[in-house]
Structures are given as C-alpha cells and as structure tokens.
C-alpha cells in the first residue's frame, strides 16, 4: 500500500473556507435549468428567490442532480397540500420548512411537529407519511388521486 505524503503544517492554507468559492462554475443543460424553473414558480410563494440565486444554490452541492431529485420529491407534495390544504403564505412557508425537515427522515419531521403554528398535527401526519411513502394518502379526503393537470411537472 502506498503511503500518502504528510504536508507541514506551514502548508496548510489559513485563509477561511468561507471566503473561498466552494461551487462550481458550470452551466446546467437545458432540461436541468427548466426543471428549475418549474420548481422556483411552483415554490415562488414560499421560497421566492431569483432563477440565478437557485442555479447558484444547486452548483454549491456536492451532488447537484441528487439535490434537484430531492428538491422536486418536495415540490411535489408542497404543489399539493398547498394547493388542497394550505391556503395562507404563511402556512406555505411552513409547510416547505416541514417537508424539507421530512427529508432527515421520520424522527426528524415529528421533531418539526411540535414547531408548527399554521399546520394542525393531524394535517403533519398525513404530509409526512405522503412524503415519506412517496403517495398521496387514501387518508386525506381533499382529493384522491390528484389530478393530473394539476401537477407542477
């Protein structure tokens, strides 16, 4: 096995991380930048930010098309419970803190749980189990299986 040479210590840059650009600096393709947009306007009421600020958002990670996947999972339930269920800006802005606080996972939405001011726990529970399950719940009587010229695709 090959050894790694150790650098001295006087070596190691001082500078801050943060005052270093940590992204890339690429262009997504076309398709990738439509999906974009499609999420920005369908997230606009509650996350609004420029199409810019977004692209630069996703080149910052790691893995950008795993980011967008994620991020278009939430979209997806977020066009519908705040279309069926959420009408208040307010209530929209939650509801994206909550399925993005869903993306850690069960233990991770039902701590969000106890923050929620605008979404009852009953609602929480049937946004959380949708999400995580990747369904739209039999349980939720607004309107089964949503319509397909609704979707934000």
């Not at 150790?6 to 398709?31: I, Q, R």
């Not at 209530?91 to 969000?112: F, H, Q, V, W």
């Not at 009587?141 to 319509?147: E, L, N």
Request: hydrophobic share 35%; aromatic share 12%.
């Amino acid at each position: 096995m090959e050894r790694v040479p150790k650098l001295p210590v006087e070596s190691v840059p001082t500078e801050s991380v943060a005052s270093t650009e940590l992204f890339w600096n690429y262009e997504f393709p076309l398709a990738t930048k439509e999906r974009l947009e499609r999420m920005r306007q369908a997230l606009a009421d509650a996350h609004p930010i420029s199409q810019e600020d977004w692209e630069d958002g996703f080149r910052k990670d790691a893995n950008p098309e795993r980011e967008i996947a994620l991020w278009e999972h939430v979209t997806k339930f977020y066009t519908y419970f705040a279309n069926k269920r959420v009408p208040t800006i307010a209530g929209r802005r939650e509801l994206l803190t909550y399925l993005l606080a869903c993306t850690g996972g069960y233990d991770s939405g039902r701590a969000a749980q106890s923050r929620l001011k605008q979404i009852s726990a009953e609602l929480a529970e049937t946004i959380q189990g949708c999400y995580i399950f990747d369904t739209f719940s039999l349980d939720d009587p607004v309107a089964y299986p949503p319509d397909e010229n609704e979707e934000w695709k």
